[in-house]
């Protein structure tokens, strides 16, 4: 029997996704942080951290793939260390964290959902910012954003939540 020479790459490299969801409310008189960039806005995200919902996200989809367990298990909202972080910072311990256990971060794609304010403008400094963070190139990040047609908390501007799946390969 033949065996096709891609059978002996697939097995030599492991390819894992990973899906990470995050939600905060929002709430005036807080500072936005969305992607790893401060976002001038009458409200910001409620939470232990500075609340961005896309690093949060990502972090949860890095660590799933990986089988490594939560952004919470890593960073829990009841230590003072991590209060007010910068969310860049967990975001490169869990990259880290992925480089410690043999992986490398194919690609990342996230959703955003949010009513107010519009972020298209943002996304290309958000993919360069969070590119270096991770040590990726931004071709490997694609950000989108999507209302909820003014339904739910995300459409009454209580909250912000986010969506992103992650795809990494060990070898």
Known sequence: MHIHPFFYFYRMAKTKIGFGFDVHQLAAGKEFWLGGIKIDHDKGGVGHSDADVMIHAICDA??????????????????????????????????????????????????????????ASFIPKMQTVLAGVMNISTEDISIKATTTEKLGYVGREEGVSCYAVALIEKS
């Open 62 to 119: 890095l660590l799933g793939a990986a089988n490594l367990g939560d952004i919470g298990k890593h960073f829990p909202d009841t230590s003072s260390e991590f209060k007010n972080i910068d969310s860049k910072i967990l975001l490169k311990r869990v990259s880290d964290l992925l480089v410690q256990n043999k992986y490398t971060i194919g690609n990342i794609d996230v959703t955003l959902c949010l009513q107010k304010p519009k972020i």
